[in-house]
């Protein structure tokens, strides 16, 4: 089955930076990636995904890149701000619509 | 948008006692349901798909006679844990999936339950 690895666990970023989290797959069928954001004691949000046919995709201050070549994928926040302090899932899946298995996750800090 | 209605968010019971997780898609019908397990500082795993009007497919090592899913209706799915244990405490989360509607929402996650069992 699918296998997403996610790096690095946690990152620490002085607020205005960039935050750069990278996620790998090993299933080269899998061709929807989504990334949520998980705040404490809630579910998952998604922030921002992206399909096979697209290798980059932008909303803001948040931007996904995709190499399906590699099968690697990666999540840029920029500007960072003390509310994007949560932990950060990649995930990956053969359609949007099947089941999805996540990365390990990554706690983002941003200090003010 | 999409919106999944997860109830309770938190419940603390007795050992050996059953509890009853409740996930509502308010505003699409959701045509699957996904259930995942989370613990302290863990990822999500995936404990079960059900589909409307089917049994549901469990993952590999996850008791389906402990985790009883019901999905009787394209609004509603019910997580019941029963007889549960202290090792049972966890994070619940549903994700529902609207099939049709998928290229725009994707997965939407509900609030999550948090179970302690003493």
């Known amino acids: 089955g699918e296998n997403v690895e996610q790096h690095p666990s946690t990152l620490s970023v002085q607020e205005g930076d960039s935050a750069v989290i990278k996620c790998t797959y090993s299933?080269?069928?899998?061709?929807?990636f989504p990334w949520y954001k998980q705040e404490l004691g809630k579910g998952p949000q998604l922030i921002i995904d992206?399909?096979?046919?697209?290798g980059e995709k932008k909303d803001q201050r948040i931007a996904v890149t995709l190499n399906k070549t590699a099968k690697h994928f990666s999540l840029h926040i920029t500007e960072t701000q003390p509310e994007d302090s949560a932990v950060y899932f990649c995930?990956?899946?053969?359609?949007?619509?099947?089941?999805?298995?996540f990365g390990g996750g990554t706690r983002v800090l941003v200090k003010p | 948008g999409a919106v999944v209605s997860q109830h309770p968010s938190r419940v603390i019971c007795k050992s050996g006692t059953s509890v009853k997780i409740e996930c509502r898609s308010l505003?699409?019908?959701?045509?699957?349901m996904f259930w995942y397990r989370q613990f302290p500082k863990q990822s999500l795993m995936l404990m079960a798909t059900?589909?409307?009007?089917?049994?549901?497919?469990?993952e590999q090592g996850v008791e389906k006679d402990k985790f009883l899913i019901n999905h009787a209706s394209l609004t509603l799915s019910t997580l019941t844990v029963t007889s549960a244990h202290p090792e049972d405490s966890s994070f619940y989360i549903c994700?529902?999936?609207?099939?049709?509607?998928?290229?725009?929402?994707?997965?939407?996650f509900g609030s999550g339950t948090r179970l302690t069992v003493v």
């Open positions: 994700s529902a999936n609207s099939g049709g509607r998928a290229s725009v929402y994707g997965y939407t």
């Open positions: 299933d080269s069928a899998s061709n929807y």
């Open positions: 992206i399909r096979s046919n697209v």
């Open positions: 995930a990956a899946s053969m359609a949007a619509g099947n089941k999805l298995t």
């Open positions: 505003d699409f019908q959701a045509t699957t």
């Open positions: 059900s589909n409307e009007g089917s049994k549901a497919t469990y």
